[in-house]
């Protein structure tokens, strides 16, 4: 008896919920940082299981992840870049403190 | 087979939970590695073992490294401070949404017929050899692409991260 795609959907999507919940709720920008690193690896993980359970030679789906994790690399260098270009600012990266453009 | 899914599956939610409710950041990235690693075990369940080198490679060999890099180029990151600074000023709201998606999401999934259909694959194989040629055959616009942006955001970050100049004389 092998794992249903369902149990792996489900996994993925408390996951998302989770980042999704800690990009919400921390004050802290390099905490929304790795929350956001956490949802994009949920969806990455619903590639992978669907590739596996649709029992595809062709390998899109894996391409697929490889460049979503090369994009979540590239994004969270110019995440973090800013971060610190803010903290230079505001000598802060608490993200409530950030409203110079609140009207 | 299956003890190894629930067993890595607690681990990777019990790595992303503390990434995201902890309170000193060093601890947050610690756990943070310790949900990439899950996740690449996870990778290596379903067969796909080049991606999951890839993971563990590009997340925790350098995303983790470059957050624990920004912690130590910013201050107070202790964490010894109260829940009130912890947490933004709304944070029910928020939680409250993410445990609406949690619901709606199991609920989809459990409804959903075509899932329950799919069946384990082990026919599911990938080679490094074929993932290296569809990549520069099938897949070269993609990747060429791909190393302009990265170098396109490896110059937008320093250029981010450089000093103000001061324009005032």
């Not at chain 1, 956490?38 to 390998?59: C, D, R, S, T």
């Not at chain 1, 973090?80 to 270009?85: E, F, G, P, R, Y």
């Not at chain 2, 503390?18 to 690693?37: E, P, Q």
Request: hydrophobic fraction near 65%; charge should be positive.
């Amino acid at each position: 008896m092998s794992i249903p795609l369902g149990h792996y959907l489900i996994l993925s999507g408390i996951l998302f919920a989770i980042g999704l919940c800690g990009a919400l709720t921390r004050k802290n920008a390099i905490i929304v940082l790795i929350a956001i690193e956490v949802m994009f690896n949920a969806g990455i993980l619903n590639l992978i299981a669907f590739w596996h359970y649709k029992q595809f030679a062709v390998l899109t789906a894996q391409m697929f992840a490889i460049f979503a994790i090369s994009i979540a690399a590239a994004e969270s260098a110019v995440g973090l870049a800013l971060v610190i270009a803010i903290y230079r600012h505001y000598r802060s990266v608490d993200v409530e403190e950030m409203k110079s453009l609140k009207g | 087979m299956n003890a190894a899914f629930w067993i890595i599956s607690a681990i990777t939610l019990v790595g992303a939970v503390l990434a995201v409710t902890l309170r000193n950041l060093v601890h947050c990235v610690l756990s943070l590695i310790l949900f990439f690693l899950g996740l690449a075990a996870h990778y290596f369940l379903l067969r796909a073992d080049f991606i999951a080198a890839v993971q563990i490679l590009i997340y925790v060999g350098a995303v983790a490294v470059l957050i624990l890099f920004t912690i130590m180029l910013t201050r107070n990151v202790t964490g010894t401070e109260g829940p009130r600074e912890v947490l933004g000023g709304k944070w029910w709201a928020g939680a409250f949404i993410a445990a609406v998606l949690a619901v709606l999401l199991c609920w989809a999934v459990r409804g959903d017929k075509i899932a329950a259909a799919l069946s384990a694959g082990d026919k599911a194989k990938s080679s490094v050899v074929e993932i290296g040629k569809i990549l520069i055959a099938d897949w070269i616009v993609p990747f060429e692409a791909m190393a302009v942006l990265l170098t396109a955001a490896l110059i937008g970050a320093v250029v981010i991260a450089l000093e103000e100049i001061r324009r005032r004389p």
